[in-house]
């Protein structure tokens, strides 16, 4: 298996986590998508993504992308541990909790955004960190609403699922544009004791090997 | 059950597709984003969905957001038609052109976004127009690309999936922004063999009791 992504790229982030939570062993191909104007934009890497976007996922012959579809691709074939509930309805839950992020805080965030932000828009670096804080505290505050319901030690109760997979690598972000978090207790809490889990220790940007 | 959706969501008419493709009926509650300074905002409906946002689905006791989330519900629920493949690297491609729409291109143009730029930012209408429409083409490109290797009839081969459903509201967007098309023949024929279908006919944003 083959892992192409960059070590802030949050969707590559989750994917890290995943593989590491089912103990699945894969090599980990960086694309630079900052470095000579962005190698995702590469003749190369267009060929297996026309999206010019990481990460793309390769299982031999199987060419994969985004993110939730790949981890649940994994769920199918490696189904321990489970990463989603087996009751339809709490299934939905999870996955629901999971796009809560991967649909509406994510993208409106992403490089790409933030590139037409600065570039195209010619945002000040004040207006462009306003619309990231504004993205972010609109999602977290409506996740740390529907949290206060599900959560226990995770996103869902007690276990640990693909919602909480999402979670890690957005409070990451959050933390990198120096979001106050001090209303979203519920979100911490579940982002300290993910940290504490092998598997989303060794997925962490700074400890991927292209990390700067 | 209960739909409660706006018209023109394109996240809502997606259940809308599901639920009739399956044959199920349901309650159509409209929630007017607009009037009233957007009812999706009210006390009410925030208690039912904090992220104040449509669809919300109800299923008894069951309450669920995110359009994605819910079709794959049904999808346990009622199997029949089958909106994904069994075979999970087929599932998963289906399912990754599926996000390729809600995670890719749908968030970057919903009515919350569009509003920021035109407030917050102060953008005229040629740049917000501008925006809208860099964010279909670019997610538009790539998926014309990918569907020239996946596509029959529809997105997958001739099977209708999850991946048309999602396809054919995001077609309908860019009509109403007057996209111009004619660099995507593949979506523009799916969005047409779709429409041909009751199911998709039936769920278009103008047969809603609360078209305008």
């Known amino acids: 298996m083959k892992l ?3 070590w802030r790229s949050s969707a ?3 994917v890290r986590i995943a593989l590491n939570l089912k103990q699945l062993s894969f090599e980990n191909l960086p694309v630079h998508l900052i470095k000579n104007g962005g190698e995702q934009h590469s003749i190369s890497y267009k060929a297996l993504n026309p999206a010019e976007l990481v990460p793309t ?8 992308n985004q993110s939730l579809a790949i981890i649940e691709y994994l769920e199918e074939m490696y189904p321990e541990p489970a990463l989603l ?7 939905a839950k999870v ?3 999971a796009l809560d992020i991967a649909c509406d ?12 932000l600065s570039g195209t828009l010619a945002l000040t670096d004040e207006a462009k960190t306003a619309w990231i804080q504004h993205w972010l505290h609109t999602g977290f505050n409506a996740l740390e609403q529907r949290l206060r319901r599900s959560a226990g030690q995770y996103c869902f109760a007690d276990t640990l699922t693909l919602a909480d997979i999402c979670l890690v690598p957005q409070v990451y972000n959050a933390q990198r ?9 519920i979100i911490s809490a579940i982002h300290h004791h993910c940290q504490q889990l092998a598997a989303f220790a060794l997925a962490a940007p700074e400890q991927q090997p292209d990390a700067q």
Chains 1, 2 share one sequence.
């Open 12 to 14: 590559a982030y989750r």
């Open 4 to 6: 192409y992504g960059y």
């Open 177 to 185: 544009f120096a979001l106050d978090m001090t209303a979203y207790p």
């Open 57 to 64: 996922f390769t299982d031999g012959d199987i060419s994969l």
């Open 95 to 97: 996955r629901a909790l």
């Open 85 to 91: 509930p087996q009751d339809p309805a709490a299934k």
């Open 105 to 116: 805080i994510h993208p409106l965030n992403n490089l790409r955004v933030l590139q037409y």
